[in-house]
């Protein structure tokens, strides 16, 4: 095996499962490819497990919790989302993508400078941006604005609806805004 095929601990993003509703295998499947570090919600562990994925934490109020073996137990009270992003920060992961049926901003703002954040609910990918951000996406592709944005320039996109934008060609579109960074959705 050549070097270059080696994953370091940390190198990959951290995946926290908190529901699955809604979330294509196929995608997951995509998501696990590099074997990233397997946290999940105490709700959805039952059917993480049943779908033979080594489960590497579980986020839960229940100091008993039964895991598998050497499967990590994060305590949370009424905040297990917070809970789990305050334990990937502190363990120094770079980065996490975040299966969920929801999306609130306020649950991700505060981690936006120390991890880099991916959340998908459904067929959508959310992350922040940086005024600047520039991406290539092919004709057509749908971008939606999560949140309202300051002094918003862009430029290959076209304004669908309030907040929600089209590709107007193949090449790069780019969001330039006058806030420290934004949240926006696309297809996955």
């Known amino acids: 095996m050549s070097s270059h095929h080696i994953v370091r601990e940390k ?7 908190m529901s699955l509703d809604g979330f294509e295998n196929e995608n997951l499947g995509q998501i696990l490819e590099w074997s990233p570090t397997v946290m ?3 709700a959805i562990y039952e059917l993480v ?11 839960t109020k229940d100091p008993h919790f039964n895991t598998q073996e050497s499967t990590r137990l994060i305590l949370t ?6 809970d ?23 649950d991700y703002v505060l981690f936006v400078d120390d991890l880099d954040i991916v959340v998908f609910i459904g ?3 959310i992350f922040p941006v940086r005024s600047g951000f520039s991406k290539w996406q092919p004709d057509g592709e749908e971008i939606q604005l999560l949140h ?31 806030q420290p960074f934004i949240f926006i959705s696309e297809s996955i």
Do not use: C, W
Not at 11 to 17: R, T
Not at 91 to 103: D, H, L
């Open 77 to 82: 009270d009424t905040e297990p989302l917070e």
């Open 40 to 42: 999940v919600h105490e």
């Open 49 to 59: 497990d049943s779908m033979a994925l080594k489960v590497d934490a579980v986020v």
């Open 11 to 17: 190198q990959e993003p951290a995946l926290l499962i």
């Open 84 to 106: 789990g992003l305050k334990f990937l920060v502190a363990e120094k992961y770079p980065a996490v993508n975040i299966i969920t049926n929801q999306f609130v901003l306020k």
């Open 123 to 125: 067929n959508k990918k």
């Open 148 to 178: 309202e944005v300051q002094n918003l320039r862009t430029s290959g996109l076209v304004k669908e609806e309030d907040r929600i934008m089209k590709t107007e060609k193949d090449g790069f579109y780019s969001l330039n805004f006058d």
